[in-house]
């Protein structure tokens, strides 16, 4: 089942964290699952590389879908990342 915040009956993960590195700077943005679900959260990269990884517990499958992972952005390039923590079957 994918976890929807209005739905009572859906856990979220203990510890779900999203990381976005960007090397180039040093710069390691940081932010929890739960601040992302509904609209999502808007990082500011500088041009350059970026790598993107989350730290989840078990019990969790994960769907990533559209820019994410590792890559280059440009300067006044957008990107968008969907990542979908959908909780296994019991």
């Known amino acids: 089942m ?8 859906c ?5 779900c964290r999203i990381d976005v590195i960007s090397p180039s700077t040093g710069q390691t943005q940081t932010f929890q699952c739960e601040d992302a679900i509904g ?5 500011t990269l500088q041009p350059g590389e970026f790598s993107l990884v989350e730290t989840i517990g078990p019990g969790f499958n994960v769907g990533a879908a559209g820019d994410c992972g590792a890559g280059t952005i440009a ?16």
């Open 75 to 90: 300067e006044g390039q957008h990107l968008t990342c969907t990542i979908t923590n959908t909780e296994q079957e019991a």
């Open 39 to 43: 609209n999502g959260v808007l990082v």
């Open 2 to 9: 994918v976890c929807q915040p209005t739905d009572p009956n």
């Open 11 to 15: 856990s979220l993960p203990e510890i």
